[in-house]
């Protein structure tokens, strides 16, 4: 990897808000060029139709990241832009071209990109997020096969990813790697200085629930859990932390008829890259309930800033958190949940685990994924 090469990625970038896609596509620009590697971003200026975001809005209010090159070019709804994004990466003549796959939404336009740009010889490499969506829809495998058959190779971050892509294609070269580290939102800080800047009180702990809020990822099982009588002995307080994708009243409603409201604190709008340092490191804590996932970009955050964590067994979660040493990995239940929660804290976990994620966070080097994505294309 000593040549300079010229590298596109295309995917989610600024102006999109930060989530994790976005987040990822930067960073790994950052991994490429810190090899010497020419990159450039081709993303998106329309991402979704308005009807199909959930959120408030899509675009970041940020200032731009520092020093990449980021091409506003792609509208995931218009066949002829396809084609047209598709040739102008053709006339670059890249070296390597990674697509991030994520959703069958988009199938056909990341699918014919990668068509038209495989014709000037480059490789195409899909790093796959996810192949079978976890909120299904009619036509969703079909899209995805229109994707997978676009593509030359593929690397995905958990086992059942690598999995479900062997139900659409059993010939095309996979790698399975590790989700690198998302260390771009800046350094550990104190937790009394995160406390301070949060406004909240250093006389409780503090569990973190983090990210866009969907039905799959369990804030209800969170609930019931926290409501658990057990919890009332160590002056703890729930933070969610994140926009609604889905109607928040259920939730509201919930923690009313738990009668938890005094000890859930809700921030319920997008976190900015830079604030998300605080909510992380005020916690003692990170709770991921989820029902059904992959692989999580807050595992990672929580890694960077070397918070505990507990999680589920579902998808390729507990392919990461070590059990017993950097968290606990419990089955979706309100009941497990509460159980860990309590023997973390009972059991003052909190030191030795935070040392134990300090110390094994070296495994989510941004290396190991270069070196996958460069060995799936060799093969």
């Known amino acids: 990897?000593?040549?300079?090469?010229?590298?596109?990625?295309?995917?989610?970038?600024?102006?999109?808000?930060?989530?994790?896609?976005?987040?990822?596509?930067?960073?790994?620009?950052?991994?490429?060029?810190?090899?010497?590697?020419?990159?450039?971003?081709?993303?998106f200026s329309l991402q979704y139709p308005s009807f199909l975001f959930p959120g408030t809005t899509q675009y970041s209010k940020e200032p731009p990241p520092e020093g990449?090159?980021?091409?506003?070019?792609?509208?995931?709804?218009?066949?002829?832009?396809?084609?047209?994004?598709?040739?102008?990466?053709?006339?670059?003549?890249?070296?390597?071209?990674?697509?991030?796959?994520?959703i069958p939404f988009m199938g056909p336009c990341l699918g014919k990109i990668s068509r038209v740009i495989r014709k000037s010889g480059a490789k195409v490499v899909a790093i796959v997020d996810n192949i079978v969506p976890h909120e299904h829809k009619p036509g969703d495998r079909l899209l995805s096969k229109y994707f997978v058959n676009s593509v030359d190779c593929f690397v995905t971050m958990s086992?059942?990813?690598?999995?479900?892509?062997?139900?659409?294609?059993?010939?095309?070269?996979?790698?399975?790697?590790?989700?690198?580290l998302y260390d771009n939102f800046g350094?550990?800080?104190?937790?009394?200085?995160?406390?301070?800047?949060?406004n909240l009180s250093n006389e409780f702990k503090y569990l973190l629930f983090f990210g866009f809020i969907r039905e799959?990822?369990?804030?209800?099982?969170?609930?019931?859990?926290?409501?658990?009588?057990?919890?009332?002995?160590?002056s703890l307080k729930l933070m969610v932390v994140g926009e609604f994708y889905?109607?928040?009243?259920?939730?509201?409603?919930?923690?009313?008829?738990?009668?938890?409201?005094d000890d859930v604190i809700?921030?319920?709008?997008?976190?900015?890259n830079t604030e998300v340092v605080n909510h992380f490191c005020a916690s003692s804590l990170v709770v991921q309930p989820y029902?059904?996932?992959?692989?999580?970009?807050?595992?990672?955050?929580?890694?960077h800033f070397e918070r505990p964590i507990i999680t589920t067994n579902v998808g390729g979660l507990s392919e990461i958190v070590i059990h017993g040493r950097d968290g606990y990995v419990v089955e979706p239940d309100s009941k497990q949940i509460a159980d860990a929660i309590f023997a973390f804290f009972d059991e003052q976990k909190e030191s030795g685990f935070s040392n134990n994620v300090r110390e094994d966070k070296k495994r989510f080097s941004w290396d190991k994924m270069l070196v996958a994505v460069e060995e799936v294309c060799d093969s």
């Open 291 to 303: 029902k059904g996932a992959t692989q999580s970009g807050i595992t990672q955050i929580a890694y």
């Open 216 to 234: 799959y990822k369990g804030l209800d099982l969170l609930l019931k859990a926290f409501a658990d009588k057990r919890l009332r002995r160590f």
């Open 68 to 102: 990449l090159d980021i091409k506003v070019r792609i509208n995931s709804i218009n066949p002829f832009n396809w084609l047209k994004v598709g040739k102008e990466i053709k006339r670059l003549k890249p070296d390597l071209v990674v697509v991030r796959f994520w």
């Open 266 to 272: 809700m921030h319920n709008k997008f976190v900015p």
């Open 1 to 43: 990897m000593s040549t300079k090469r010229k590298i596109v990625i295309i995917g989610s970038a600024y102006p999109l808000r930060g989530g994790g896609i976005s987040t990822f596509n930067e960073r790994l620009a950052r991994a490429y060029m810190d090899k010497g590697d020419d990159v450039v971003i081709y993303t």
């Open 159 to 180: 086992k059942s990813v690598l999995t479900d892509l062997e139900l659409f294609d059993k010939d095309k070269p996979k790698k399975l790697t590790v989700h690198p």
């Open 246 to 261: 889905i109607d928040e009243k259920p939730y509201l409603q919930m923690i009313e008829d738990l009668g938890i409201g």
């Open 187 to 198: 350094k550990v800080i104190s937790q009394e200085t995160a406390l301070q800047k949060l």
